[in-house]
């Protein structure tokens, strides 16, 4: 009973996970395409934290800059 309730777990395990794998990626080439696809504004981006320094140093410019 146990090894029957094991394998169905499994099953839907698997099956959640094909479900996820068989969605097709979409691919955003400018912000107002995304914009325009889900039907809002971005309204404010956030940068990666371990590049926060090189920003602060003038190294990088802000992750605004760097996207547009």
């Known amino acids: 009973m146990i090894v029957a309730l094991v394998m169905?777990?499994?099953g839907l395990c698997?099956?959640?996970i094909t479900q996820v794998l068989a969605q097709e990626v979409k691919?955003?080439?400018t912000i107002a395409d995304y914009e325009k696809?889900?039907?809002g504004k971005i309204e404010r981006f956030y940068g990666a934290p371990m590049?926060?320094?090189k920003v602060a140093a003038g190294?990088?410019?802000p992750v605004e800059e760097?996207?547009?």
């Open 37 to 39: 696809a889900f039907g």
């Open 66 to 68: 760097r996207l547009h």
């Open 59 to 61: 190294e990088l410019p």
């Open 14 to 16: 698997l099956m959640g």
């Open 51 to 53: 590049l926060r320094a």
């Open 27 to 29: 691919i955003y080439n």
């Open 8 to 10: 169905v777990s499994i």
